[in-house]
């Protein structure tokens, strides 16, 4: 892996300064960012493989993140699929909703493919584009979160819609987990090194229904690619996460949200790394707020050792919000490195 530390993360070897990236760095925060989405629409942004490469760089360059992350969507393989797709200032919109009428509509994993392709080259891209010390992702939705939005269209509120279309599941995913099978490969082709599996419609579901149908998809797509996905959920507790393939060691590492203590989720993973967690909303408050919070929640990563939270890869509980403040995501990774040098 091109990042010490990131290697370090995900064979657990203790180290004081932990690698440090968040999840959507490089979005509608960011100067950057908006200076390209001044010029491009958001699509032209992720299919152009120079333009995504230029994304990623962005904060990386600026904040000295320690891992780049493939700038794209997860939605992407719905597109593929046939769903349509198409974005504008009230977020993504397929072009219809998956029902047991249509579910026949979508495309193979074979056909759906190519249109996937530009992730392999945004890669490559990217990996030109970026510091050769820094690591790279890439990153997937997973099948129940990806299921929520072919069903309502989102993943808002309790997934209702969803849940009542839960015996359609099992059919879809006999597609897209192929084609997320065969996506995953196109991007550890590209250069990825973790492939990210992205689940924030997960915990919408009980611990016994996650069980039952989210888990087997996951262990499909774990045990083709050992040690290559990384698997994030938001709002899933230790009850969804108490289970074998958790401990297995089969994924490279598990994304926590601000949810958890972290002393807890290093425990319960036993292996690979561990990613999280200081709650996002906070970067909003006023900056002396603000620093006393990160201040609270690195006093608390004192109190255990190195080797105790060995793994630990330092980030956000979920993803980096719109119009926070660049100065306080500087101040973050400054902070976090002086303090744990």
């Not at 997934?159 to 099978?181: D, H, N």
């Not at 306080?328 to 744990?340: G, I, N, P, Q, T």
């Amino acid at each position: 892996m091109a990042n010490e530390k990131f290697k370090n993360a995900v064979q657990r070897i203790a180290q004081k300064t932990p690698p440090i990236w968040f999840m959507r760095q490089a979005g509608r925060y960011h100067q950057h960012y908006q200076k390209l989405r001044a010029k491009y629409s958001f699509m032209e942004l992720c299919k152009n493989p120079e333009l995504a490469a230029e994304v990623a760089f962005g904060p990386v360059n600026e904040f000295d993140f320690d891992v780049a992350i493939l700038f794209s969507d997860l939605l992407f393989p719905l597109e593929a699929m046939g769903m349509g797709l198409s974005y504008d200032d009230g977020g993504p919109k397929l072009g219809w909703h998956l029902t047991a009428e249509n579910i026949s509509q979508l495309k193979r994993p074979d056909d759906a493919l190519p249109a996937l392709e530009f992730q392999k080259q945004a890669m490559l891209a990217t990996r030109a584009r970026i510091p050769a010390q820094k690591s790279l992702i890439g990153f997937v939705g997973g099948p129940w979160t990806l299921f929520a939005y072919a069903v309502q269209g989102s993943h808002d509120g309790g997934l209702t819609q969803a849940k009542a279309q839960l015996p359609l599941f099992e059919g879809f995913c006999a597609k897209v987990v192929e084609l997320l099978e065969k996506n995953i490969r196109l991007q550890l082709e590209g250069g990825a090194e973790i492939v990210m599996l992205f689940d924030t419609a997960a915990g919408e579901l009980s611990p016994a229904l996650f069980k039952r149908h989210v888990v087997p998809q996951l262990s499909k797509l774990a045990q083709t690619f050992p040690q290559k996905l990384g698997y994030y959920s938001k709002l899933t507790t230790q009850a969804h996460l108490d289970h074998p393939l958790f401990q297995s060691g089969l994924f490279a590492g598990l994304g926590f949200d601000h949810r958890w203590a972290l002393k807890t989720a290093v425990r319960l993973s036993k292996s690979g790394f561990v990613q999280g967690n200081f709650d996002q909303s906070l970067f909003f408050a006023d900056t002396i707020h603000f620093k006393n919070y990160l201040a609270d929640y690195i006093h608390a990563v004192k109190e255990f050792s190195a080797s105790e939270r060995a793994g630990w890869v330092c980030g956000l509980g979920h993803g980096v919000l719109p119009k926070t403040p660049e100065a306080h995501v500087k101040h973050f990774v400054d902070y976090v490195r002086s303090e744990l040098a």
